[in-house]
């Protein structure tokens, strides 16, 4: 277990709720992953985002899911995608990654709290 957090250490994360609107297989990337664009509604726009889900989540199947997404860490250049945004998930019990998603819609852009 890490050590304990503040409420100021997580007012700090912006993460915020998206849609996905494209997704397509990351060309060049050591590990298979996908490169996302992920509508954060108004105030931020379409980021895009590198994201090691291939096991679970087909491109196509993506398109129209909503995911959570910290928004205000520096981007990452992974195989020469620009990585805006971080894509949250959990590991199963092999390891792999689930995306985190809201079990109702909600708009877009909306901050976790």
């Known amino acids: 277990m890490s050590s304990t957090a503040t409420i100021q250490d997580f ?6 709720v998206g849609t996905v ?15 996302l664009e992920i509508d954060l ?9 590198s994201a090691q889900i291939t096991v679970h989540y087909a491109p196509l ?5 909503q995911v ?19 894509t949250l998930g959990l590991p199963d019990s092999d390891g ?4 985190i998603r809201p079990d109702i819609a909600v708009p877009n852009g909306g901050r976790m709290f």
């Open 96 to 99: 792999e990654v689930v995306l």
């Open 11 to 16: 007012d700090r994360l912006d993460i915020r």
């Open 41 to 49: 509604g108004p105030e931020i726009g379409i980021r895009r985002s």
């Open 68 to 86: 959570l997404c910290v928004v205000n860490f520096p981007p990452r250049r992974i195989a020469g995608f620009e990585s805006e945004v971080l």
């Open 21 to 35: 609107v494209d997704a397509q297989p990351l060309e060049g990337a050591r590990k298979p992953a996908l490169a």
């Open 61 to 65: 199947k993506l398109i129209g899911r």
